[in-house]
């Protein structure tokens, strides 16, 4: 029963847009901004995506949330939904303003403010705004809503990398590549030759003769 309940959640994350097309107009170019840009870096991974483009992210947050609030709003009010809705504000506004005032560390802020995990959360916010997911939250419905949503977030995982392995890397990156291959080889023959060359050098002992003395 636990599991099925699990998977029946987890299955209405994944046919919700379907049940409930409104979110569609919303939820399509959420997602395909974000894997856009998700497969640039992965194909150009040598240019960093910095704390500017980490703001435009966060801001691209802030327009959903005006969205998912406006629907959370709307008569019958559904508690939980406002809730997450607001959640989600809040979230948006600190990640934004702690980019913008440069507080973290910038590879914390490509992981928590850019690329996949802001498409993973802005999915699942859409999704439970605008379904009837959170219709009757129990406890019981609010651990199985949690454990879909990490079997949803380990297949989207599966997902991207799977794409990302598939995705041709550009020119540019395969001689790059090559290049630091090139360089390691040159690094290690250089090394091995001042390893060797610092070794004592061996020395012949003289040969003794046995030179017979004449009389």
């Not at 406006?70 to 809705?85: A, E, G, M, R």
């Not at 997902?159 to 990302?164: C, E, R």
């Not at 004592?200 to 003289?206: A, N």
């Amino acid at each position: 029963m636990f599991i099925t309940d699990i998977a029946q959640t987890y299955l209405k994350f994944l046919y919700a847009p379907l049940m409930f097309p409104k979110m569609l107009w919303i939820l399509i170019p959420t997602i395909w901004a974000i894997l856009l840009m998700e497969l640039y870096f992965d194909r150009y991974s040598r240019e960093g995506l910095g704390h500017h483009m980490s703001l435009e992210n966060t801001m691209f947050l802030l327009f959903i949330s005006a969205n998912i609030l406006f629907i959370s709003i709307q008569h019958p009010i559904v508690f939980p939904k406002l809730v997450l809705s607001i959640a989600f504000i809040i979230f948006s506004i600190i990640v934004g303003m702690m980019d913008f005032f440069h507080k973290l560390p910038t590879k914390l802020v490509l992981k928590g403010s850019s690329k996949f995990v802001v498409a993973f959360i802005s999915y699942c916010t859409i999704i439970l705004v605008y379904s009837d997911i959170l219709l009757n939250l129990t406890i019981l419905k609010f651990i199985y809503t949690l454990f879909a949503l990490i079997l949803l977030f380990l297949t989207f995982t599966l997902i991207v990398k799977l794409i990302s392995f598939f995705e041709p890397k550009s020119y540019e990156e395969i001689e790059h590549f090559l290049k630091n291959i090139e360089e390691d080889i040159k690094k290690t023959h250089e090394e091995s030759i001042k390893e060797f060359g610092d070794l004592p050098k061996k020395t012949s002992k003289p040969k003794k003769t046995n030179s017979k003395k004449k009389k």
